[in-house]
């Protein structure tokens, strides 16, 4: 039996982007790609649709946007694609080997982070290991999961940021996340705005302050988006 999967893409101002996440969802086997609009004012929503993806409007925030998105499928496997990440072109397959086991319900796959730095390779792997150890996926390493079992968990909580964090850890009480060969191509241009350690001692340094009691509203004053 094969399961029906859909990728979804939260996207604000990715027009450079969008483009070919779409695509590689499509050349990798997706049933379908709905990309989730939250508001651009670039040529996103144009470049998604004629890349070959269903284009959703939706209010900002990466969880409403992704949670929209799944509203709209009734496909078996959500797949949630960050609009600057491409697919591999057999990760259709990989999920559906993955699936025809009953007792997985969700996944990543292993990333290739852009760039020359043995830095990022060295990034790359330790993301790989904090899933195999910790049971902690995070959305660019291509969080994919059962539709039931999403809405099992509520989706993905509508929050400021680290959605993709609250999610993985009420998935985790329950279930574990399977580790994909991929690899899924992950741009590096977080990395090169603010440097790779800078980046990496942000990202801990959210996490430990929000594990601390600090509200997410305060935090996100600390994680600009892309496009600002």
Do not use: C
């Not at 070959?52 to 694609?81: C, D, K, P, Y």
């Amino acid at each position: 039996m094969l399961f029906k999967i859909a990728v979804v893409i939260p996207a604000i101002n990715e027009q450079t982007n969008v483009g070919e996440a779409v695509q590689s969802a499509i050349r990798g086997g997706a049933d379908e790609v709905i990309v989730a609009d939250g508001g651009s004012t670039d040529e996103t929503a144009t470049m998604a649709r004629s890349a070959g993806a269903r284009v959703i409007r939706s209010r900002l925030g990466r969880g409403a946007q992704m949670n929209a998105a799944a509203r709209e499928s009734t496909a078996e496997v959500l797949l949630f694609l960050h609009a600057d990440n491409r697919l591999p072109t057999d990760f259709a397959q990989q999920i559906q080997s993955a699936v025809a086991d009953p007792r997985i319900q969700a996944g990543v796959f292993r990333q290739r982070i852009e760039g020359a730095s043995p830095l990022l390779r060295l990034l790359a792997w330790g993301n790989e290991q904090r899933v195999r150890w910790k049971n902690l996926a995070y959305g660019d390493q291509g969080i994919w999961v059962r539709h039931t079992i999403f809405e099992e968990l509520g989706g993905f909580p509508e929050v400021p940021l680290m959605e993709d964090y609250i999610f993985s850890e009420r998935l985790r009480q329950q279930y574990r996340f399977v580790i994909l060969p991929g690899p899924l191509t992950v741009s590096s241009r977080r990395w090169q705005q603010r440097g790779i350690i800078g980046q990496t001692l942000l990202n801990w340094r959210i996490i430990a302050a929000y594990k601390q009691g600090k509200s997410l509203d305060e935090l996100s004053s600390l994680y600009r988006r892309h496009d600002h």
